[in-house]
């Protein structure tokens, strides 16, 4: 099974996550033109290999993560907290 | 050179009972790749084997390849469930999927191969009274378009699968069912040899252990494919890789698809004597499992996918677990029998459960992806209709929506409503 490590909670089973999408996707404006916003919302890149995705501590502390892994051997290669602001404040306090 | 195929008959399998059973040939040649081909198919799996053996059927094609990077029947031909059924809503995938259904019906004979076809029903459960009035919309439109279905009552549930959990206390009580008496099973393996067989003896050359590259674009056209086994150029080149078509578009330098690949689950018992006689469904309150009974005995089954994006060919266990749940739950005779053998399989997941069959921004390259669920019960069709599309360089009136622009048009073909998540299509 898939362990990842939460910077909150520790390293937890992959149960307690669920899966986000790939990191890379921005949602424009809502007022951007129809074509950039059926790229953000149907168009994956779908890697095979190393990507940075999203997950969130669903069954933990609800954080959102980023999470590096390897689509094909499974291989988690970082996590962070997907919010840089959180990212400081952590820093700050430990 | 195309090689001479016993023909499989009664008269043939009694001669060679008197003769040691020598009287028989290879099934398909094992050739090496020419350099060109009128048509080249990337992907020997059941669609891309049924697509070549329809071109050379009914549109009398010679000088056709199908590559493969693996071997005849080793990804998602073999990694199924073996479920056939046709109990589509939406036109589009109604048509297409009945059309595949009647394909089925005549398959062996058409192949000269036995796929063991057995229109065993599929019994869909529902739980509430509500649940049941929309099985009842999606009977009526079966049956208004050219299809079979039935309603059948918990109590004649009760009578023709007494194995299931029919406890007044049961967590979610069974109320009723559709059921599609067509609709079945078939031998996956055999699908794949038959297909083969018959696409070899029309002259196709199926060639294993030969696996894409790179892909030569310029500008509008692709000119050929380096392989493993070497450059082969084509005049038309059709991709049907489900599982791993980004990778082929990023080779093309297409970029992104509204298809993310994961892995689906299936699971097969120790054999045991008969117990199931029907594929029963079981999906409610987040469950989501499928249970038939295989010609050896084993009870094979599956559920949802794994929730998140992979290329791995093994599952996870949070999913054994909730389908041994969803088994449970269901059939509690099943608790202390065994697990034999589990599997995973990629699939495309695409943005609305539907498949894509379309000409794509390159002039002579054909696309066949996003199976989702559904691929091994549309193999004929997939083939019949992908090969009309190669050989008359347009869709069929019955495919011509299952294209990649359909989201910006907003036509979504979106049979559970689920939106755009691809891991949400179960």
Not at chain 1, 65 to 72: A, G, Q, S
Not at chain 2, 59 to 69: G, P, R
Not at chain 2, 335 to 349: A, E, P, T
């Amino acid at each position: 099974m898939i362990q990842i490590e939460c910077p909150f909670c520790g390293k937890r089973d992959q149960s307690e996550f669920s899966y986000g999408r790939e990191s890379q996707i921005t949602f424009p404006a809502l007022n951007a033109d129809e074509n950039s916003w059926y790229d953000a919302v149907f168009l994956r890149k779908n890697t095979y290999g190393r990507q940075i995705e999203t997950w969130q501590h669903t069954h933990g502390c609800r954080s959102w993560l980023l999470v590096e892994r390897d689509t094909v051997t499974h291989k988690i290669f970082s996590v962070k907290l997907a919010h840089t602001d959180w990212q400081k404040q952590i820093k700050k306090t430990t | 050179m195309a090689l001479q195929v016993t023909r499989f008959s009664a008269w043939n399998v009694l001669k060679n009972g008197f003769i040691g059973q020598s009287g028989w040939s290879r099934q398909w040649r094992d050739p090496e790749p020419k350099s060109k081909y009128d048509i080249v198919i990337v992907g020997g799996g059941l669609h891309g084997l049924a697509t070549a053996y329809y071109l050379a059927k009914n549109f009398d094609l010679k000088n056709i390849a199908v590559v493969e990077k693996g071997w005849i029947g080793g990804g998602n031909a073999g990694r199924n469930t073996t479920i056939v059924r046709s109990n589509y809503m939406l036109k589009g995938n109604r048509e297409f999927y009945e059309h595949s259904l009647k394909l089925w019906e005549n398959l062996s004979h058409d192949l000269n191969y036995n796929v063991m076809f057995s229109q065993r029903s599929h019994i869909t459960l529902y739980h509430t009274p509500s649940a049941l009035d929309s099985a009842a919309r999606r009977y009526n439109i079966m049956r208004q378009t050219g299809s079979d279905a039935e309603i059948w009552s918990r109590a004649k549930l009760e009578k023709k699968i007494p194995h299931l959990n029919y406890a007044k206390n049961a967590r979610f009580p069974i109320y009723g069912s559709l059921v599609q008496k067509r609709a079945g099973t078939a031998r996956h393996d055999a699908v794949a040899w038959g297909y083969a067989r018959a696409a070899d003896k029309l002259g196709v050359d199926i060639i294993q252990k030969c696996e894409v590259t790179a892909i030569d674009r310029k500008g509008q056209k692709i000119n050929s494919l380096q392989t493993n086994r070497g450059k082969i150029s084509a005049k038309k080149i059709a991709l049907a890789v489900a599982g791993n078509t980004s990778r082929l578009w990023h080779l093309a330098n297409l970029g992104n698809l509204p298809i993310e690949s994961h892995k689906l689950q299936a699971f097969v018992t120790e054999p045991l004597k008969p117990l199931l006689d029907q594929v029963v469904v079981f999906g409610v309150g987040g469950a989501h499992f499928y249970i038939s009974q295989s010609d050896k005995g084993g009870l094979v089954f599956g559920g949802d996918i794994d929730w998140y994006k992979s290329y791995a060919q093994r599952g996870n266990l949070p999913i054994v677990q909730d389908v041994a749940e969803s088994a449970i739950s269901l059939m509690p005779c099943l608790g202390r029998v065994k697990l034999l053998r589990h599997w995973s399989g990629i699939v495309d997941m695409s943005m609305d459960g539907s498949f894509f069959m379309c000409k794509t921004p390159i002039d002579n390259l054909y696309l066949n992806a996003g199976w989702n669920y559904g691929g091994f019960k549309a193999s004929p069709a997939s083939g019949w209709y992908f090969a009309d599309l190669i050989a008359n360089d347009r869709p069929s009136e019955i495919i011509k929506n299952h294209d990649l622009e359909r989201f910006k048009r907003g036509h979504y073909i979106d049979e559970s409503g689920a939106g755009p998540d691809t891991k949400l299509h179960g």
